[in-house]
């Protein structure tokens, strides 16, 4: 995996889920559950999978599974907000750096990861129309605050932060798709992240600068975590 000015390992490893001790195969019985979920899902729509197939799926029975969660909803819940959770954590530290353009290199660099880190890919379910329901105002609160903070770095480099703010973590989420069709490399987070200083007009040596700032940030942020 590369490193250096791309930051792409850095990133890939601050994204990461660490193991729990005592885990079947590294994986809690809740991690299991979340897993199992999430290919089900992916293979057959949230419609099509039953909390019973999700049971069957982990060997369990279908009441062991409701221990750990109420219902399916809060299955999908759990799912789509590992997809944006970690990357949050990182928000207040990257809102306060000194330098705007190496923080949101290093964000956007975090965020490919989470996504790239996610079970099987659940970002695909993003569009899906029981997304848009109340029960998932929750997921949806958190992905605004991340893009809240997306816009405020750009507000500290180009005009209009709204809209380029909406366009980083459009570039950012592109990385779902990629994914889907099996064209993610070492490279694509660092690629990512400088198309998203690149969309805000800088000079190139304005982002060859933050990109190696960015890395340096980003190297800090995985010694710390």
């Not at 890919?121 to 893009?147: C, K, M, W």
């Not at 064209?183 to 987070?189: G, P, Q, R």
């Not at 400088?194 to 040596?205: I, M, R, T, Y």
């Amino acid at each position: 995996m590369s490193t250096g000015v791309d930051g792409g390992s850095q990133a890939q490893r601050v994204g990461r889920p660490r193991a729990t001790p005592g885990a079947v195969g590294g994986l809690t019985p809740r991690e299991q559950i979340l897993d199992a979920s999430a290919a089900l899902f992916a293979e057959h729509g949230y419609a099509g999978t039953s909390t019973r197939a999700i049971a069957e799926q982990v060997g369990i029975r279908q009441a062991s599974l409701y221990y750990h969660f109420a219902g399916k909803d809060d299955i999908l819940l759990e799912l789509l907000e590992t997809s944006v959770r970690p990357s949050l954590a990182f928000v207040d530290v990257l809102l306060a750096h000194e330098d705007a353009a190496a923080a949101l290199y290093a964000l956007a660099s975090i965020d490919v990861a989470t996504l790239l880190a996610t079970p099987h890919n659940i970002g695909t379910l993003y569009l899906a129309h029981e997304v848009q329901q109340p029960r998932f105002d929750s997921f949806r609160a958190q992905r605004a605050q991340l893009q809240d903070a997306y816009s405020a770095l750009v507000g500290s480099l180009a005009q209009d932060p709204d809209f380029l703010g909406t366009c980083c973590i459009q570039l950012v989420e592109m990385v779902i798709t990629l994914r889907r069709d099996g064209n993610v490399h070492d490279s694509t987070a660092s690629r990512i992240a400088l198309a998203c200083l690149h969309v805000l007009g800088l000079p190139a040596s304005v982002v060859e600068r933050a990109a190696a700032a960015g890395a340096e940030l980003l190297a800090t942020l995985e010694a710390e975590a």
